[in-house]
């Protein structure tokens, strides 16, 4: 089991940057992929970016491609989002999600666990 904590949400403006950190507890946690998703209000969650259990291959949703970095540190425990140019369309809950086996990293069926999410407030 990896249960994902996320932290370092926040409030900033359009144009800055913030880092969003993934502690996930488990002796397992180097050999689960990992993913992130966001919820803005009234919308369906989506994904945003995933990362393989090697941190080998990375995977971006085209609205936060260029802008948006995942990364992990397999000996932290940890996944960090890194996101700069911020938008106030990128105003939204932002969860943590492990997965043991993946095929499709955008399906949020695919992770086995989850978690509470952080707020990313984006001002104009």
């Known amino acids: 089991q990896v249960q994902p904590v996320e932290s370092g949400g926040g409030l900033v403006q359009a144009g800055g940057s913030l880092r969003l950190s993934c502690a996930a507890s488990?002796?397992?946690?180097?050999?689960?992929?990992m993913g992130w998703f966001r919820q803005a209000p009234g919308k369906e969650r989506e994904f945003v970016a995933a990362?393989?259990?090697?941190?080998?291959?990375?995977y971006y949703a085209d609205s936060v491609k260029g802008r948006f970095t995942i990364s992990r540190e397999n000996a932290k425990n940890t996944v960090y989002l890194q996101m700069n140019s911020l938008k106030p369309e990128d105003t939204a809950v932002y969860y943590c999600?492990?997965?043991?086996?993946?095929?499709?990293?955008?399906?949020?069926?695919?992770?086995?666990?989850w978690g509470q999410g952080t707020q990313v407030t984006v001002s104009s």
């Open positions: 999600a492990s997965s043991a086996y993946i095929q499709e990293v955008v399906v949020e069926s695919e992770y086995d666990y």
């Open positions: 488990g002796r397992a946690f180097s050999s689960y992929n």
């Open positions: 990362i393989s259990w090697s941190g080998g291959s990375t």
